[in-house]
């Protein structure tokens, strides 16, 4: 079965830094996909950023980028010049071709401080 | 853009009662799943709905608990006799299957209280 670790039950950060949030998982298949999930206060998941285990390019979306290193099993998530608005709880998501599941880590509460 | 679209919002039961929850998929999604959040804690699979049945589903997922798509467009979950531990945030989510974009949205969710 697979597993998703998320390191870092807490991190706090000053508006406008960057900060990065861990993510680890074990798995002995080759080809899955990877997400990175916010969740805000109104508990809505609302999906962060996409990698594919087979591209080699790290993903982008503006101000989130994730390093993807696949031998070492992880996949961090970068914010940049970080906004009140990032303040949530961020969730790791393991998805795997041919299992329907998608099998999450406990999560990370985000606080930006003004 | 599309949404997943979860009612109600919250609903408040009393144990032992019977409660659907309602999901309508994005249209042109071909899977339907039902995950569930206990308060602080991580997000759990329940159940994955694929050809109009059941294609996979967790421990969770016992006998007090049925999904059906009644219709074309509707996606249920069922708790015939909730309990106190039913108390969570359920998510509906849906996804297609074309080429690579393996597109994964959740609903807004459904807080259920159990008393």
């Known amino acids: 079965a697979q597993t998703v670790t998320q390191s870092q039950p807490e991190m706090s950060v000053q508006e406008a830094e960057t900060v990065t949030l861990s993510c680890t998982y074990d798995?002995?298949?080759?080809?899955?996909?990877l997400f990175w999930y916010k969740q805000p206060p109104s508990r809505q998941m609302i999906l962060v950023i996409r990698q594919e285990a087979y591209k080699q390019q790290n993903a982008t979306e503006n101000r989130f980028s994730v390093n993807f290193q696949k031998a070492a099993k992880s996949f961090s998530l970068k914010i940049s010049d970080s906004q009140l608005g990032d303040t949530a709880m961020y969730f790791c998501?393991?998805?795997?071709?041919?299992?329907?599941?998608?099998?999450f880590g406990t999560g990370t509460r985000l606080t930006i401080i003004p | 853009e599309p949404e997943v679209t979860q009612t109600p919002s919250h609903q408040v039961t009393q144990m032992g009662q019977e409660v659907i929850l309602r999901c309508v998929p994005i249209?042109?999604?071909?899977?339907f799943y039902w995950y569930r959040q206990i308060l602080g804690q991580k997000v759990e699979f329940l159940v994955s709905?694929?050809?109009?049945?059941?294609?996979?589903k967790s421990e969770i997922f016992d006998d007090q608990f049925s999904v059906e798509r009644p219709d074309g467009s509707n996606f249920t979950l069922k708790i015939r006799s909730t309990k106190l531990e039913d108390s969570a945030m359920y998510f509906c989510?849906?996804?297609?299957?074309?080429?690579?974009?393996?597109?994964?949205?959740f609903g807004s969710g459904t807080r259920l209280t159990v008393v």
């Open positions: 249209s042109n999604h071909l899977y």
């Open positions: 798995t002995s298949e080759n080809n899955y996909y």
């Open positions: 998501a393991f998805f795997l071709f041919g299992n329907e599941k998608l099998t």
């Open positions: 709905f694929y050809n109009n049945e059941i294609s996979e």
């Open positions: 989510a849906s996804r297609h299957n074309r080429g690579t974009n393996y597109g994964y949205t």
